[in-house]
């Protein structure tokens, strides 16, 4: 019986009230007398029949709407039909779900969504609202907060801690400032707290610990300081927690070793948190899937105990302080596709200290295995051939390795890159390159590797990077390297390569960084070159190569930098290089002769580089070259002085000439000024990019999963 009146009061009373009805005064009076006093205090509350005003008022301050999703919010319909809303069963007329996700819809989240006194959940995700969050303190009902991935700027309202049903709160990927509510800890039902990647500030509130039913914390990417609370060792039910990319400190929190059920995610990356890892981190945390403690200052032996984590897939402790032997424990772990250690002070001197590497080809789902800059000293061992089939990502660059590469390396066909840069490796590397056909990157740079580049190299067509720089690398360029087709840099540096430049350079149509200097090559600038036509980068300074400045380049509008210098070109420089925007062009050290363009590139002596030809002159006055006329002249006086001079003097000239040859070939002309030094530069660029690599790919910034994609 009250159900039904109660029936008839709501539908009554979603429309506009219509004065003079006495049906429904009277069933109005019959559900007051019924329900009595304490049901009146809800008058106090907004009228039932206003949620639609509240929903239209919401409407009108949204700015941008590129979908056109509002043309069917009107009043031709019930607001419960309207796209993106929900309305109450046992309330009819009540909106309980306000959902619009990725709609682009621009503008203030109106404040009357805080009058919508009976949403439970709220989620404008992934849109561009700015500005404040709603007023919260009458939604006693929001179960589900989800505004991540817009533009909010505000700090986030105290009054969220009286939303006491709250479920879910994600306000990832926004621009709010100010601190975590230190009074979140209230929240006593919820099970996800996401605010990733947020201008907040101040500490991790120690109260979150009383969160217990908490499954999901994401805190990453927000500057928060101080030391991790060991509250959080009372989260139970926590399965994921990412707090990296902050600012915290002091050692790794020993009250999270109590999590050993729940714990399957835990990232703590990109912090400055030291001192040494607990021993027993292994065995208390035997459930973990996922574990990323890099870029931090740990110190001390990479804990045994990680061997026992049977489940754990992906291991990330790279840029640390680590020191010892890398432990054979890690073996035992089945399930791990992802082991990156680079930027340590792991050490492995002796063959009982690559017992680990041996170790490593039982763990057969690896797919990638980071070893850089480490202390990895002696050679490879012969195992490598037997690390898992699926291997695709190989880099032990930046150690102490030496000796040949075991051919065995051959047998890892999935492998896409392979870098071993910056090591002290010997031998030729043509009895296995030409097997590893996936490959996309290569990088051998800084060795000792010798012997021609094997013909077997053009098998590998899907390389996009190819780095066989400083290195003793000799005989020709194989013209075979056309076949190349998604080349984008190629560096043959100081090696000594010998023979012309193949006019098959052409056919690399995606090529970007070309690096022939500091070779034997002789021979002229192929034309060819001309049709890389998305080419930034020229290098092929300190060779033997003769003949003129192809006029071809003046078609490499996108060229920036052209160092042909040290070289014997002769002849004119082509004025139509002028329309190049280079920022460096080094022409220096070569023969070229006759008057220097004045105009475009030329016109900036800061770009261009002359000096080292005889023959030059005029150009712009910044450029200091002799004046044309001036030097004809002194050139004819010349030529007559020495007409006369010959006869007298020609003995000494002679041994003048033989003189200045001889100093020329002592000049440290062949020195690789190409390349940075050994160790240094490389290791750093290396290293920013693969943290680089990893901060925008690893899962440790990963803030969740939707059918819209991946959020990190
Ligand atoms: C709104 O509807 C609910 C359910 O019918 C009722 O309990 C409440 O008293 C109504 N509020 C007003 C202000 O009419
Ligand atoms: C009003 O909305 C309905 C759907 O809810 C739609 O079919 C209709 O075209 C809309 N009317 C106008 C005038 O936009
Ligand atoms: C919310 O409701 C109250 C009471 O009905 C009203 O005074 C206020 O203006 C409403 N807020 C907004 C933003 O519409
Ligand atoms: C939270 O609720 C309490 C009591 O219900 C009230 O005193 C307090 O002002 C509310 N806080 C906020 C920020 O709205
Ligand atoms: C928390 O959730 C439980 C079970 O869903 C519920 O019984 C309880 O009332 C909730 N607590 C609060 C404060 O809403
Ligand atoms: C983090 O804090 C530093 C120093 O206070 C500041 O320079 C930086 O902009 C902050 N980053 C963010 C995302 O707020
Ligand atoms: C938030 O931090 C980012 C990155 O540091 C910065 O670009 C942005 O301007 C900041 N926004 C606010 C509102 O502080
Ligand atoms: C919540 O946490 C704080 C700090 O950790 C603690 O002092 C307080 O007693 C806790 N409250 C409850 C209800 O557990
Ligand atoms: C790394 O550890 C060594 C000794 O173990 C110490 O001397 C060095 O200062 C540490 N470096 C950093 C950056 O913590
Ligand atoms: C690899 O696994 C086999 C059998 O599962 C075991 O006998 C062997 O000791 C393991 N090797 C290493 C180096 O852990
Ligand atoms: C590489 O070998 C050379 C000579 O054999 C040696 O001087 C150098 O220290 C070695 N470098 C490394 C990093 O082992
Ligand atoms: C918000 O809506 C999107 C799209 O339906 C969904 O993927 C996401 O999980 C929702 N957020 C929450 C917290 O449920």
């Not at 019930?78 to 109450?88: E, F, M, N, T």
């Not at 291997?391 to 392979?418: D, E, K, W």
């Not at 996108?558 to 139509?576: E, F, Q, W, Y």
């Amino acid at each position: 019986m009250f159900t039904l009146y109660i029936l008839q009061v709501t539908m009554a009373s979603t429309r506009p009230r219509r004065p003079g009805k006495p049906s429904m005064l009277i069933l109005l009076a019959l559900f007051l007398l019924f329900f009595g006093a304490i049901r009146i205090k809800c008058a106090t509350l907004p009228d039932n029949s206003t949620d639609v005003l509240w929903l239209q008022a919401f409407r009108d301050e949204i700015s941008s709407d590129p979908s056109g999703w509002f043309s069917s919010w009107n009043s031709s319909s019930d607001h419960c039909l309207w796209p993106g809303i929900r309305c109450s069963r046992t309330h009819p007329g009540r909106v309980v779900a306000l959902e619009l996700f990725g709609l682009n819809l621009a503008g203030q989240i109106s404040s009357s969504v805080g009058n919508l006194t009976f949403l439970r959940t709220l989620n404008l995700s992934t849109n561009s609202f700015s500005g404040q969050l709603p007023p919260l303190n009458h939604l006693q009902k929001l179960q589900v907060l989800d505004l991540s991935i817009n533009q909010l700027h505000d700090t986030i309202p105290d009054a969220i801690v009286n939303c006491s049903k709250l479920r879910t709160i994600d306000l990832s990927k926004n621009s709010l400032v100010g601190e975590i509510p230190p009074k979140i800890g209230v929240l006593s039902n919820l099970s996800v707290l996401r605010l990733s990647w947020n201008n907040l500030t101040g500490v991790i509130p120690p109260n979150l610990g009383n969160i217990t039913s908490l499954e999901k914390l994401g805190l990453a990417f927000i500057n928060l300081t101080g030391n991790i609370p060991d509250e959080l060792g009372k989260l139970k039910s926590v399965s994921r927690l990412a707090i990296g990319s902050n600012r915290l400190s002091g050692g790794f929190p020993h009250s999270l070793l109590n999590l050993s059920n729940s714990l399957e995610f835990l990232s703590l990356s990109y912090n400055m948190l030291s001192k040494e890892l607990p021993s027993t981190i292994g065995d208390s945390l035997p459930n973990l899937q996922e574990l990323f403690l890099n870029n931090n200052m740990f110190q001390g032996q990479i804990p045994t105990s990680l061997g026992n984590v049977s489940a754990l897939g992906r291991l990330e402790l790279g840029s640390n302080n680590l020191t010892g032997e890398i432990t054979s424990s890690l073996g035992k772990l089945y399930n791990l596709h992802y082991l990156s250690l680079e930027c340590n002070n792991l050490e492995a001197i002796g063959s009982q200290s690559w017992e680990f590497f041996n170790a490593l080809t039982n763990c057969t789902s690896l797919e990638t295995l980071i070893l850089t800059e480490n202390q990895l000293h002696g050679a490879i061992p012969d195992t490598i051939g037997n690390l898992s089939p699926g291997l695709n990502y190989l880099s032990i660059g930046g150690n102490m390795l030496s000796g040949t590469v075991p051919p065995s390396i051959g047998r890892l066909g999935s492998l896409s890159f392979l870098g071993l840069e910056y090591n002290n490796l010997t031998g030729t590397i043509e009895e296995w390159i030409g097997k590893l056909t996936k490959l996309g990157g290569l990088n051998l740079q800084v060795n000792s590797f010798t012997g021609p580049l094997p013909a077997s190299l053009s098998q590998l067509t899907g390389l996009t990077e190819l780095n066989l720089g400083n290195n003793k690398f000799e005989g020709p360029i194989p013209p075979t390297l056309g076949h190349f087709q998604h080349l984008s840099d190629l560096n043959l540096s100081c090696n000594n390569l010998q023979g012309n430049i193949p006019i098959q350079v052409g056919s690399l149509t995606t090529l970007q960084t070309l690096d022939l200097s500091s070779n034997k090559l002789t021979g002229e600038i192929p034309e060819t070159l001309s049709k890389c036509q998305g080419i930034l980068n020229i290098q092929m300074a300190q060779n033997f190569l003769v003949g003129t400045i192809p006029i071809s380049f003046s078609l490499l509008q996108d060229l920036i930098v052209l160092n042909i210098s040290h070289n014997n070109l002769s002849g004119d420089i082509p004025a139509v290089l002028n329309g190049l925007q280079l920022s460096v062009l080094d022409l220096s050290y070569n023969n070229l002769e006759g008057e220097i363009p004045r105009d475009g590139v030329f016109a900036d002596a800061a770009v261009v580089l002359l000096q080292g030809n005889l023959g030059l002159c005029g150009g712009p006055m910044d450029l200091r070259m002799p004046a044309c006329q001036a030097f004809s002249l002194g050139k004819k006086v010349t030529y007559y002085l020495i007409r006369v001079l010959i006869p007298v003097f020609g003995f000494m000239s002679l041994a003048l000439l033989l003189y200045v040859l001889l100093l020329v070939k002592n000049t440290p002309n062949r020195e690789c000024l190409a390349m940075p030094s050994f160790g240094e530069n490389f290791l750093k660029v290396s290293y920013k990019d693969l943290a680089e690599a990893t901060l925008d790919f690893s899962e440790s910034n990963l803030i969740g999963r939707g059918s819209y994609g991946t959020v990190y």
